[in-house]
């Protein structure tokens, strides 16, 4: 008996040791459930092959909401006022008591029109397959009964309802996956600045507030995405950020399942983590040699809601597919942020925006989810142009490494935002791969081929007519073969 227990152990650790070279991933064999376990280092960390879903999706929402928005000049409203800035200060002189507090706002943020499900509804419609909402941002009010706010969270005050839990069921139940942002900093909570003071060779708040805090939501919410930020002031050491993504990657309800960012501690951003943000509005315009996303918002000056936003401030549809579509060619997600009202309602200029994704995605997004960088990015005759590609198996290895040749790929994308005045498109990286006579273009959402030859290392291609044509905004070509 205790031989063969023997045998089970040695075959159970062999088979373990493979699998982890083999792919870094959790799977079963024979049953058993065989899983790396990380160790709390950046080296080890950065092993963990990025869950499948979240290259997959490319497109997410990101939705800034919580007592600044009631204010409405944006989400960095408190700081900004304490610091002195002088149009806040003459905006609550004139409009408010002497003594009012910003804690005084927060029975303000009521929400009393807040309906996950229609929310839910309207993500949906925009094409997005992804949430991200502030379940806490640097004032440190959180968006769900946190354990360690006491009368400074939606649960208590305000709302009065558990915002985090009640989007997330409803996000989930439209068939989208929920992730929460999470400021690591609280900019005047008097524990962290303890702990500041000290220059952080003091832990209180690291322990006290922010570890329970963050397992309090992963425990009770299993968000797929944790998008960390505020981790600027201080170094990953003191937030302990590598033994948190261990027992997050190891241990926590969401192991397999969710991405964080890199927003981890100074030196960290584009450095570590499942996907990079780099700095906010991150578009680099080639491709990157690891998984990064776009987070930028529609409102060009505010991530929180801003009463004064006029239409100007906003993006347009086109700016905003130029973003998405620049964006998902060289292999990063687009997070595209709106700032809810404090009555939580989305203003009409915001649903708009997201319908109008939603119905270009009807069209085009074949060529948009789950595909791969394809050889170039961005065509280098025509800038309005930006390339996609599907392979025969969607390759989740090396999300997005550069295919080494047409093989393996079953479709080329070229999707351009300008249509030509003369309705004739020329591109000059197609020229090597397409073959004539072997490959086929079409149009996405209009019917039959389209007519094109090359010459002198150009490819001529003859669009329809453009009354007849279905998609708005921009455009894809489909190639593959016939
Ligand atoms: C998404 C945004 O994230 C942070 O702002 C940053 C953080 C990092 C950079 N950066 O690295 O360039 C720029 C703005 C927040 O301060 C801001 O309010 C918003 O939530």
Same mark, same amino acid.
């Given at each position: 008996m205790k031989i063969l227990l023997l045998c089970i152990l040695v075959l159970c650790s062999v088979v373990s040791s493979y699998s982890t070279v083999e792919s870094g991933e959790s799977r079963h064999i024979s049953g058993h459930l065989v899983s790396k376990k990380y160790s709390p280092d950046w080296k080890d960390l950065d092993t963990r092959p990025l869950p499948h879903w979240y290259d997959d999706a490319k497109i997410g929402i990101f939705l800034h909401w919580g007592v600044y928005s009631v204010i409405?000049?944006? &989400?960095w409203f408190w700081s900004n006022w304490k610091g002195g800035d002088k149009k806040i200060t003459k905006f609550m002189k004139e409009h408010y008591p002497p003594d009012f507090t910003y804690q005084d706002f927060a029975p303000m943020f009521k929400a009393e029109f807040f309906d996950p499900t229609e929310w839910a509804d309207l993500f949906l419609k925009s094409g997005a397959r992804y949430i991200v909402l502030t379940s806490k941002h640097h004032d440190g009010f959180t968006m769900f009964p946190s354990h360690r706010s006491y009368s400074w969270n939606s649960y208590e005050v305000g709302p009065k309802r558990d915002i985090v839990g009640e989007l997330s069921t409803a996000v989930r139940a439209a068939g989208l996956k929920f992730g929460v942002y999470h400021s690591l900093y609280e900019w005047f909570n008097p524990i962290y600045e303890e702990d500041k003071k000290n220059n952080f060779t003091t832990r209180y708040y690291a322990e006290t507030k922010l570890w329970p805090d963050l397992k309090q939501l992963i425990n009770d919410y299993k968000p797929s995405v944790l998008w960390s930020d505020g981790d600027w002031e201080t170094y990953d050491t003191y937030w302990k950020s590598t033994d948190f993504l261990a027992w997050l990657y190891n241990e926590s309800p969401v192991k397999d399942e969710i991405v964080v960012n890199d927003r981890w501690g100074i030196g960290i951003p584009c450095k570590h983590g499942d996907f990079y943000n780099c700095a906010d509005r991150y578009n680099p315009g080639s491709l990157q040699n690891h998984k990064w996303e776009n987070a930028f918002t529609v409102d060009s000056r505010s991530w929180g809601f801003r009463k004064?936003?006029? $239409? =100007?401030d906003t993006l347009s549809t086109n700016q905003i597919l130029y973003q998405v579509v620049s964006t998902i060619s060289c292999g990063g997600n687009a997070l595209i942020n709106v700032g809810p009202t404090q009555d939580g309602t989305i203003s009409p200029i915001f649903q708009e925006r997201l319908l109008d994704l939603g119905n270009w995605l009807k069209i085009n997004g074949e060529a948009i989810y789950s595909t791969s960088p394809w $050889?170039?990015? =961005? *065509?280098s005759l025509n800038q309005d142009v930006w390339y996609t590609c599907r392979k025969v198996k969607h390759s989740h290895r090396h999300p997005t490494a550069i295919p080494? *040749? =047409? *093989? =393996?790929?079953?479709a080329i994308y070229a999707i351009f935002l300008k249509w030509p005045t003369t309705n004739i498109l020329l591109l000059k990286d197609l020229s090597t791969y397409l073959h004539n006579g072997v490959y086929k273009i079409e149009l996405l959402g209009n019917e039959g081929l389209i007519n094109w030859n090359i010459k002198n290392g150009v490819t001529s291609i003859e669009l329809p007519d453009k009354a007849k044509v279905?998609? &708005?905004n921009a455009w894809t070509l489909k190639m593959s073969l016939k």
């Amino acid at each position: 008996m205790k031989i063969l227990l023997l045998c089970i152990l040695v075959l159970c650790s062999v088979v373990s040791s493979y699998s982890t070279v083999e792919s870094g991933e959790s799977r079963h064999i024979s049953g058993h459930l065989v899983s790396k376990k990380y160790s709390p280092d950046w080296k080890d960390l950065d092993t963990r092959p990025l869950p499948h879903w979240y290259d997959d999706a490319k497109i997410g929402i990101f939705l800034h909401w919580g007592v600044y928005s009631v204010i409405g000049f944006s &989400e960095w409203f408190w700081s900004n006022w304490k610091g002195g800035d002088k149009k806040i200060t003459k905006f609550m002189k004139e409009h408010y008591p002497p003594d009012f507090t910003y804690q005084d706002f927060a029975p303000m943020f009521k929400a009393e029109f807040f309906d996950p499900t229609e929310w839910a509804d309207l993500f949906l419609k925009s094409g997005a397959r992804y949430i991200v909402l502030t379940s806490k941002h640097h004032d440190g009010f959180t968006m769900f009964p946190s354990h360690r706010s006491y009368s400074w969270n939606s649960y208590e005050v305000g709302p009065k309802r558990d915002i985090v839990g009640e989007l997330s069921t409803a996000v989930r139940a439209a068939g989208l996956k929920f992730g929460v942002y999470h400021s690591l900093y609280e900019w005047f909570n008097p524990i962290y600045e303890e702990d500041k003071k000290n220059n952080f060779t003091t832990r209180y708040y690291a322990e006290t507030k922010l570890w329970p805090d963050l397992k309090q939501l992963i425990n009770d919410y299993k968000p797929s995405v944790l998008w960390s930020d505020g981790d600027w002031e201080t170094y990953d050491t003191y937030w302990k950020s590598t033994d948190f993504l261990a027992w997050l990657y190891n241990e926590s309800p969401v192991k397999d399942e969710i991405v964080v960012n890199d927003r981890w501690g100074i030196g960290i951003p584009c450095k570590h983590g499942d996907f990079y943000n780099c700095a906010d509005r991150y578009n680099p315009g080639s491709l990157q040699n690891h998984k990064w996303e776009n987070a930028f918002t529609v409102d060009s000056r505010s991530w929180g809601f801003r009463k004064p936003m006029t $239409l =100007n401030d906003t993006l347009s549809t086109n700016q905003i597919l130029y973003q998405v579509v620049s964006t998902i060619s060289c292999g990063g997600n687009a997070l595209i942020n709106v700032g809810p009202t404090q009555d939580g309602t989305i203003s009409p200029i915001f649903q708009e925006r997201l319908l109008d994704l939603g119905n270009w995605l009807k069209i085009n997004g074949e060529a948009i989810y789950s595909t791969s960088p394809w $050889l170039h990015q =961005n *065509d280098s005759l025509n800038q309005d142009v930006w390339y996609t590609c599907r392979k025969v198996k969607h390759s989740h290895r090396h999300p997005t490494a550069i295919p080494r *040749d =047409n *093989d =393996n790929i079953i479709a080329i994308y070229a999707i351009f935002l300008k249509w030509p005045t003369t309705n004739i498109l020329l591109l000059k990286d197609l020229s090597t791969y397409l073959h004539n006579g072997v490959y086929k273009i079409e149009l996405l959402g209009n019917e039959g081929l389209i007519n094109w030859n090359i010459k002198n290392g150009v490819t001529s291609i003859e669009l329809p007519d453009k009354a007849k044509v279905h998609s &708005e905004n921009a455009w894809t070509l489909k190639m593959s073969l016939k």
